[in-house]
């Protein structure tokens, strides 16, 4: 069953912590992102990969860091320096070349006390 | 420039309807305009998308209009379900840079009444 896996789908942390999210993909998609959702606010882009060991910063990347140490897979870390972390995040996955479309997993929503 | 502006913010029909959502955009170089639904709790699923060089794209129920002169594209959805309440996104892409990046509109939120 080839897609996207994020996991947990629900996490609690306190104030201060740093939290990492798991996003992996079976899509032998070159291309990752990261999301995060707020109400009415559409979806916004935290960090992008297109190749192993590379990512650039997306809109919203403060008090956010990512790896790519294998193709399948892009954790996003939560660090205690991100002012509002409680959030929806979603991850998703392309190909680079000669297409758009993104396939996003299921989301993890994180609440931080 | 890069921004995709969405309306309405919410929208409620009932069974049998034709809701239609609108999005624009300013920045001509885009070329690829996804429609996505959301479902509460879940990620984002691709519903239905157009390139710039057809002025309307049909699949089943769902249909994208695109207007490139105007710099707008819309979602209709004939016929209708309760299931089909959801949020709705337009999405924009086009080179930048050698990425792949999407730019979201903010969302419509669907309700379809029995």
């Known amino acids: 069953d080839g897609g996207i896996t994020q996991s947990p789908k629900y996490l609690f942390r306190k104030e201060g912590q740093n939290v990492t999210l798991s996003c992996e993909q079976n899509l032998n998609h070159d291309a990752m992102y990261w999301y995060r959702q707020d109400p009415g606010q559409g979806l916004r882009l935290i960090y992008y990969?297109?190749?192993?060991?590379?990512?650039q910063k997306g809109d919203i990347a403060e008090g956010y860091s990512v790896s790519r140490e294998k193709k399948e897979s892009f954790p996003l870390t939560v660090t205690s320096a991100q002012k509002n972390p409680t959030a929806f995040y979603l991850c998703?996955?392309?190909?680079?070349?000669?297409?758009?479309?993104?396939?996003f997993g299921p989301g993890t929503r994180l609440t931080v006390t | 420039q890069q921004q995709v502006k969405q309306s309405p913010q919410s929208l409620i029909v009932q069974k049998g309807g034709i809701p239609i959502i609108n999005c624009a955009y300013e920045?001509?170089?885009?070329?690829?305009f996804p429609w996505y639904q959301q479902f509460p709790g879940k990620g984002p699923a691709l519903l239905i998308a157009i390139r710039p060089d057809v002025s309307e794209k049909k699949e089943g129920r769902f249909t994208i209009s695109f207007n490139k002169s105007a710099k707008q594209f819309s979602l209709h959805i004939m016929d209708s379900q309760p299931g089909d309440s959801a949020t709705y996104f337009c999405?924009?892409?086009?080179?930048?840079?050698?990425?792949?990046?999407?730019?979201f509109g903010k969302g419509t939120k669907l309700t379809v009444n029995p």
């Open positions: 920045n001509t170089a885009f070329d690829y």
């Open positions: 998703a996955s392309s190909i680079v070349k000669g297409g758009h479309e993104q396939y």
């Open positions: 990969s297109q190749i192993v060991n590379d990512f």
């Open positions: 999405a924009a892409a086009g080179p930048q840079g050698g990425s792949e990046k999407l730019v």
